[in-house]
Structures are given as structure tokens and as C-alpha cells.
């Protein structure tokens, strides 16, 4: 058993500590909890999870505690997404982290990565280390931005 105020483990989507920003938006396609949203300009009222040139980084999806027979912890198209849009959350690492706190960039897979190079700059921060690649790991949303 872990301390208080630890977890005994990571869950895809789920926040990190307790000063957290959520917001709700329509999902205009499914999204899978622990990925990031966009906003695609001119529809400010819904998010969706594959990246389109010029999108918006809203934040993170957080895990979702409803369990579709097929779908667990799925948001599915237009149902409301739970949306991490400033804070910590788990996340899945799609390269190896060992020098957090560094920049934690977006990939077209929906991942999170050390490596700006053909990624997605959304002003996130790994704020933990994962020597393993797809492990769970924590980064700070720090706002809405859009992606360069």
C-alpha cells in the first residue's frame, strides 16, 4: 500500500494531485482518455483527438469512469469529454524520458515525446522520467495553445 497521497499505480487519463483545470466539450470523434485534444478553429465547442494543421491544443482527456460493454473508458462520437485543460495527468511516452522536467511534445499517434522533431509543440512538460517506451508517465498542461 502506498503512502497518502500517492498511487499505487498509473492509469491512462487519470489527473496527477489535485490542482487540476477540467472543461467539457463534445467529441465530433472518439477520443481515448490519457490523448491530447484539438479544437479546429470556428468550432470552438468541440474537440476532437487527431491533430489537423492549424488546430488548437485544448489538453488531455481525462479517463472516464463509465464502462460501455465494449468501449471502457472511451468518450464516443458526441458524448462530453472530460478535458485536463491545466495540470498534471498520465500520460503514454512515446520515447524514452531521463531528464524531466523537459518540453513533452504531441505525436500524430497521440503520444507524448522528448523529441520536438516531427512533433506537436503544445506547451506541455514532462514533470516525471519513464525509461520505458509506451510506460505511463505525468506532464503539466499548462493552457490552451496553438500548435506550432
Do not use: C
Request: aromatic share 10%; net charge negative.
Amino acid at each position: 500500500m502506498s503512502a497518502y497521497g500517492t498511487m499505487d499505480s498509473a492509469i491512462l487519463g487519470l489527473q496527477y494531485g489535485f490542482d487540476n483545470t477540467i472543461e467539457s466539450f463534445p467529441a465530433s470523434a472518439d477520443v481515448t482518455p490519457g490523448r491530447p485534444v484539438y479544437q479546429t478553429p470556428g468550432t470552438p465547442t468541440t474537440v476532437h483527438q487527431t491533430y489537423v494543421n492549424g488546430d488548437v491544443f485544448v489538453g488531455v482527456a481525462v479517463v472516464s469512469q463509465k464502462s460501455n460493454v465494449a468501449d471502457v473508458g472511451y468518450y464516443k462520437q458526441y458524448e462530453v469529454v472530460n478535458v485536463l485543460t491545466d495540470g498534471k495527468v498520465w500520460v503514454q511516452a512515446a520515447a524514452a524520458v531521463s531528464t524531466a522536467p523537459v518540453a513533452a511534445y504531441a505525436d500524430s499517434n497521440g503520444l507524448f515525446s522528448p523529441t520536438a522533431s516531427g512533433n506537436y509543440n503544445v506547451g506541455a512538460m514532462f514533470i516525471g522520467n519513464q525509461a520505458t517506451v509506451s510506460g505511463l508517465v505525468v506532464i503539466e498542461v499548462n493552457g490552451r495553445k496553438l500548435v506550432a
